[in-house]
């Protein structure tokens, strides 16, 4: 059975840093794409970034040069960067992984990002 575990999500100051972490386990096949996604209250959820197995990378245009997503495939785990944060990053985020088509989501970490 796929689990995925976040750690890493709490209340940082404005202009500070943070950095999640997600851990996978039961994998038998190649996890073909890593990603963290958000969710704000009364907002849709929404992709932050996502990796490929290959290192390929996409960002959301709100987090472009402030967030940094990075993967350990041999240890299927994805982590994301964030820096600069911003009081509109506050929200909960999602690990997400995808296996043969399948997509497996964590249990989420809040952000919060308040003077």
């Known amino acids: 059975q796929v689990q995925l575990v976040e750690s890493g999500g709490g209340l940082v100051q404005p202009g500070g840093s943070l950095r999640l972490s997600c851990a996978a386990s039961?994998?038998?096949?190649?996890?073909?794409?890593m990603g963290w996604y958000r969710q704000a209250p009364g907002k849709q959820r929404e992709l932050v970034a996502a990796i490929t197995r290959g290192g390929g990378t996409n960002y959301a245009d709100s987090v472009k040069g402030r967030f940094t997503i990075s993967r350990d495939n041999g240890k299927n785990t994805v982590a994301l960067q964030m820096n600069s944060l911003k009081p509109e990053d506050t929200a909960v985020y999602y690990c997400?992984?995808?296996?043969?088509?399948?997509?497996?989501w964590g249990q989420g970490t809040q952000v919060t990002i308040s003077s």
């Open positions: 997400n992984i995808q296996i043969l088509g399948v997509e497996y």
């Open positions: 039961g994998i038998m096949f190649s996890i073909l794409r």
